[in-house]
Antibody
Framework: EVQLVESGGGLVQTGGSLRLSCAASGFTFSTYEVNWVRQAPGKGLEWVSSISSSGSHKYYADSVKGRFTISRDNAKNSLYLQMNSLRGEDTAVYYC???????????????WGQGALVTVSS | SYELTQPPSVSVSPGQTARITCSGDALPKQYAYWYQQKPGQAPVLVIYNDSERPSGIPERFSGSSSGTTVTLTIGTVQAEDEADYYCQSTDGSDTYVFGTGTKVTVL
């Protein structure tokens, strides 16, 4: 059974840092692109960042570029998101999601974790 | 930046058909994906590549595409289908975009 389990969420002050982790199991982690997607309270889904299967390619939403860093450790089947210079608008539930290539290099997110809540407060 | 536009809400009676649209300029060239999200839960993929249904998703969920608009159709709506629905695609770059989301209410 595919499982993605996030951890590391919590309360942090404006300008502070936090590192999220996502532990993967039930599939060959090293062969899949994985992503972070967030959802602010009462709002819609927002894609945050993606990392290729090898870790060589990383992409970010403009809203987090330069502040967040995505990484992975395929030996530990783990995905990470280092979040620096946090702002109030970063308050959200952060989901890790596996990207499935359905052909033609087009991908959807076929498995999601349950999410980790990050609250940024002054 | 690229946007995918959905109606904020759709209301439907049990047993009727619900249709949710998603509009974006790149949709003629890029596939769309649809997710269902119930309160307090993670999203679930219900349609991929515009019209394909993942295993385990009921047959009443279907998808279609026409020009710059894709449509998620829920046939014979049941109370359990009440949820938020999001489309997702890309503008052809290496980034992803989600639609604005549609709340489906079963009357």
């Amino acid at each position: 059974e595919v499982q993605l389990v996030e951890s590391g969420g919590g309360l942090v002050q404006t300008g502070g840092s936090l590192r999220l982790s996502c532990a993967a199991s039930g599939f060959t982690f090293s062969t899949y692109e994985v992503n972070w997607v967030r959802q602010a309270p009462g709002k819609g889904l927002e894609w945050v960042s993606s990392i290729s299967s090898s870790g060589s390619h990383k992409y970010y939403a403009d809203s987090v570029k330069g502040r967040f860093t995505i990484s992975r450790d395929n030996a530990k089947n783990s995905l990470y998101l280092q979040m620096n210079s946090l702002r109030g608008e970063d308050t959200a539930v952060y989901y890790c999601a596996r990207a499935q290539d359905y052909g033609g290099n087009q991908r959807g997110f076929d498995y999601w974790g349950q999410g980790a809540l990050v609250t940024v407060s002054s | 930046s690229y946007e995918l536009t959905q109606p904020p809400s759709v209301s439907v009676s049990p047993g009727q058909t619900a249709r949710i649209t998603c509009s974006g300029d790149a949709l003629p060239k890029q596939y769309a994906y649809w997710y269902q999200q119930k309160p307090g839960q993670a999203p679930v993929l219900v349609i991929y590549n515009d019209s394909e249904r993942p295993s385990g998703i009921p047959e009443r969920f279907s998808g279609s595409s026409s020009g710059t608009t894709v449509t998620l159709t829920i046939g014979t709506v049941q109370a359990e289908d009440e949820a938020d629905y999001y489309c997702q695609s890309t503008d052809g770059s290496d980034t992803y975009v989600f639609g604005t989301g549609t709340k489906v209410t079963v009357l």
